[in-house]
């Protein structure tokens, strides 16, 4: 590694972050900041995702052990970047001779991190972000892509009120590089939607999401004087009126009301489908993809006992912590595949299936750079078989509920429409009226737009079983 001939110095005040990196002095006397580890975690993140591996795990990985300071920095370093690839690859692109593709991937991502640092985040000065993403390209690389990665980041410091790259004239093409989503997706949302409704959908999901909180054993008026009480900012969640924002800032499990399992982390539109379920006070239910558990804890509000199962042991496992931290023991949770459920007579299951989660963009910045076009028919195949394994459970004159975070009707509306022409004993049944607010009922079916209505994206279709005669 080139800097091993640094020597290390006495603490500085770092330049974007408070108490910063250490400084180090080469034997010819010329300074340079030491990498910080919030760059290091943002730069190994990245690597890890293009070997395969989801952005969650992959930042838990590497950016778990930092303090929370640092943690919610390398978040928005990571997310804000993903967020703007498709800008930042045409903006780069013309900076760099013969074009962003021609680079390594991993010198590909460092521009990336650093032009984010340089036109998006204000509290990194200019020398900072490109002195950093230099001595990150040479330890990684060496000193050419140090070189390199300087002389373009520096361009793009000197250029940054000319940086704006020329529009595409087709519409869908200059929507895709503007919003940031693959041309494919865009085209296909535009077809459904229109323009102007696909591209507030694009800047949704280009918004930070919010942490959204349910009162878990307190009324919201209870967990909302707590908070406040503790110098804790929150407002008012959209549609679900007991849910409460959490302030910016916040160590979410640091607050009282965390460690003393009063609440938890659930986006409204999640909240929504099971209030559409609208599940009978007493009934046995069945969650028969659970992880990571916000629903069965919903359903376990009102139902008698919740049988919760998922196929992977470490995704029940979130669950698991979650049930014990909240005490909810009406919640019993087991390993099982959906498509072989060991269970019958239920008075309602809840399949809220695995999908391409289209909808929740806005927290999962990555998938929109994963997905392809043949998962839709995969994850439709899938959901068929899930759902068709699962009708038999439920007891004649119960309910199935089917749900996606998905906005993509081969995995919303094309299940359940096949599913109800293979099955004349199961139909249709909108939830009682005040269920859920009537602006996400689409002709008895659930469905939330985030570019409608300011959550998540989901889905969910309320199917009952006809008595036997």
Partial sequence: MESANF????????????????????????????????????????????????????????????????????????????RRRSWFDAVLGLRVRGGLARLDGDVADLLRLGAYQLLFMGSVPPYAAIAQTVELAKQRHGIGASKLVNAVLRRVDRERDALEPVQPSDPIDALALRGSHPRWLVARWVARFGLDATERLLEANNHEAPIVLRPYGVVREQLEAMLEGAGVSVADAPLVADSLVLGPGVQLTELGAFKQGLLFVQDPAATLVTRYAAIAPGSVVGDLCAAPGGKALELSRVARLVIASDRVPGRLERLLVSTGRLDADNIVAFVGDAREPALQGLDAVLLDVPCTGTGTFRRHPDARWRLRTSDLAVMSTLQREILRAAADTVRPGGLLIYSTCSLEPEENDGPVDAFLAERPDFVLEPPPAGSVPDTVLDHGRLRVLPQEHGADGAFAARLRRREQT
């Fill in 7 to 82: 020597h290390r110095m006495m603490p500085v005040e770092g330049p974007d972050r408070g108490p910063g990196p250490d400084v180090r002095v080469q034997s010819r006397g010329r300074r340079t900041a030491a990498i910080t580890d919030s760059r290091i975690a943002a730069a190994a993140i990245l690597a890890d995702m293009r070997s395969g591996q989801l952005l969650d795990p992959a930042f838990e990985r590497h950016a778990g052990p930092l303090d929370a300071r640092d943690r919610r920095w390398v978040q928005e370093l990571v997310w804000g970047t993903l």
